[in-house]
């Protein structure tokens, strides 16, 4: 049975009015098979990635970074588990590359699992190791909350937050704080129908009324926290308008203080505009290649109350003690070029020691910073994030090129041996003789993970629930 024989009555003839004489076009696209992307993160591999992919790839003009491509498994190559791009619905990229983003900004995504609008933000603000951007990225549901933070850490961010809250918490923490808020709302799912036969077995005639007030209520909270000047973007992968246009006419008319706000012309080419709000964009499986999308962007007006410069709650962050201080000392001098900038403190009762330059929430916190590892017999054991986050500052690396067949090793679990000095590098001298410590393991030139080098071998540190069988 196709997906069009599977479509509910009701939402086929809402969709006939809605689109009159396109209807026939959106229920031709049906019969295709459903859209993949990927998008390259900015300040990574970006530049290369068309030269180094091992398979078919092709540039979406219209969404910066994103590539159609053509792999039956792309979760499994190494350059995904390297961090160098992230697999998305086209239509869902859309709705970030509306967005005015730039390095520097303080962002919150409010319900960011499984992650991919949340990596298109950190990129386009620089949520790197040595950037500026910050964001706080949020999931209520936990089982998708341990998700997202894996999604985040294996793309190698450095400042975000990870946080499992509801968006009255998050609202009172950071009132009139972030210059983008993205409010990706849960929804009908009608976008979903194609790729997704659970989604349309789920659907109900009353279903977007039902979501349409969970996202009148998200969208107020979120509100609060967008400082003066700033944005709101607000998106469903739905059609109904009722989830659409009209929680945004409601919001305006509740919310004097904001606008509709244009986006980018090249976004506007491939989407349909709005149901008597033009500014918003509708994108349709039939106008461009992807499932379905509505985003509006929206501004605070500028003045007013000032912005918050930090937020209001008792920070979590707690001091190191001196046996930590020095575990942690000697870990970094013998691993890094660099490291008096990083900003350390204890995180929670497991004291788990972190880079977190920012104040953190005193609950609901999955994530903060880049965790550096825990200090056990007065020794740093360390995280498979540090490794992730700071591959650019290590005083040893193991770099392997696409096809070595070292890179399939590794990611099994394997040892690497250690033929050669020449199998190291990142020390400002060469290595002499048998090479010990720690090290970063990369694939051109992005952080896979990390390794200790003793006795000739690079002893294998990737984690167990990362690995994949060879």
């Known amino acids: 049975m196709g997906v069009n024989d599977r479509l509910p009555a009701a939402f086929r003839e809402r969709m006939e009015e809605?689109?009159?004489?396109?209807?026939?076009?959106?229920?031709?696209?049906?019969?295709?098979?459903?859209?993949?992307?990927?998008?390259?993160p900015a300040g990574r591999c970006a530049e290369a990635f068309e030269r180094i992919c091992p398979f078919p790839v092709e540039r979406i003009p219209y969404l910066p970074g994103a590539y159609r491509f053509d792999c039956p498994s792309p979760g499994n190559q190494p350059l995904h588990h390297a961090g160098a791009f992230y697999v998305q619905d086209p239509?869902?990229?859309?709705?970030?590359?509306?967005?005015?983003?730039?390095?520097?900004m303080k962002c919150l995504d409010l319900c960011a699992a499984p992650g991919g609008k949340s990596v298109q933000l950190a990129s386009g603000v620089g949520c790197y190791d040595g950037g500026a951007g910050f964001l706080v990225s949020n999931e209520i549901q936990l089982a998708r909350c341990k998700?997202?933070?894996?999604?985040?850490?294996?793309?190698?961010?450095?400042?975000l937050l990870v946080t499992n809250a509801d968006a009255k918490r998050v609202a009172a923490w950071y009132p009139?704080?972030?210059?983008?808020?993205?409010?990706?709302?849960?929804?009908?799912?009608?976008?979903?129908?194609?790729?997704?036969?659970?989604?349309?077995?789920?659907?109900?005639?009353?279903?977007?009324a039902y979501c349409a007030k969970r996202q009148a209520t998200l969208l107020a909270e979120a509100a609060k926290t967008v400082a003066p000047g700033g944005y709101l973007l607000y998106s469903t992968c739905t059609f109904a308008p009722e989830e659409n246009e009209r929680v945004v006419f409601d919001f305006l008319d509740a919310?004097?203080?904001?606008?509709?706000?244009?986006?980018?012309?090249?976004?506007?080419?491939?989407?349909?505009?709005?149901?008597?709000?033009?500014s918003a964009r509708r994108w349709y499986p039939h106008i461009a290649?992807?499932?379905?999308?509505?985003?509006?962007?929206?501004?605070?007006?500028p003045g007013g109350e000032p912005v918050a410069p930090l937020p209001p709650f008792p920070d979590a962050r707690l001091p190191l003690t001196a046996e930590e201080a020095y575990a942690v000392q000697e870990f970094l001098a013998d691993t890094l070029l660099s490291y008096a900038d990083l900003s350390l403190?204890?995180?929670?009762?497991?004291?788990?020691?972190?880079?977190?330059?920012?104040?953190?929430?005193?609950?609901?916190?999955?994530a903060a910073g880049v965790t550096l590892g825990t200090v056990e017999k007065g020794r740093l054991v360390p995280h498979h994030q540090f490794f992730k986050a700071f591959s650019g500052r290590f005083l040893r690396k193991i770099e392997l090129s696409p096809g070595d067949p070292r890179v399939a090793a590794y990611l099994s679990g394997a040892e690497i041996p250690l033929d050669s000095p020449a199998h190291?590098?990142?020390?400002?001298?060469?290595?002499?003789?048998?090479?010990?410590?720690?090290?970063?393991v990369t694939l051109a030139g992005l952080p896979l993970g990390g390794a200790k080098l003793s006795n000739g071998v690079a002893k294998n540190h990737y984690p167990k629930g990362l690995r994949i069988h060879v």
């Not at 210059?179 to 989604?199: H, I, N, Q, T, Y």
């Not at 290649?289 to 007006?301: I, N, S, W, Y």
């Open 289 to 301: 290649p992807g499932e379905g999308q509505f985003f509006a962007l929206l501004q605070r007006t």
């Open 176 to 208: 009139s704080f972030f210059d983008l808020v993205l409010v990706d709302a849960p929804c009908s799912g009608e976008g979903m129908f194609r790729k997704d036969p659970a989604a349309v077995a789920e659907w109900s005639p009353s279903a977007p």
């Open 345 to 366: 403190c204890a995180l929670g009762r497991a004291r788990r020691i972190a880079v977190c330059p920012f104040p953190v929430p005193p609950e609901n916190v999955f």
């Open 147 to 159: 998700v997202l933070c894996g999604n985040l850490e294996r793309m190698g961010f450095a400042n």
């Open 91 to 104: 239509s869902a990229m859309a709705t970030v590359s509306a967005a005015p983003l730039r390095s520097g």
């Open 18 to 40: 809605l689109l009159g004489s396109d209807g026939p076009r959106f229920f031709a696209s049906y019969a295709s098979p459903a859209e993949r992307a990927l998008f390259v």
């Open 255 to 278: 919310h004097p203080a904001f606008a509709p706000c244009d986006v980018p012309e090249a976004l506007c080419a491939v989407t349909a505009a709005g149901v008597g709000l033009p």
């Open 424 to 440: 190291l590098s990142g020390a400002e001298t060469p290595c002499a003789g048998p090479a010990s410590g720690w090290a970063v």
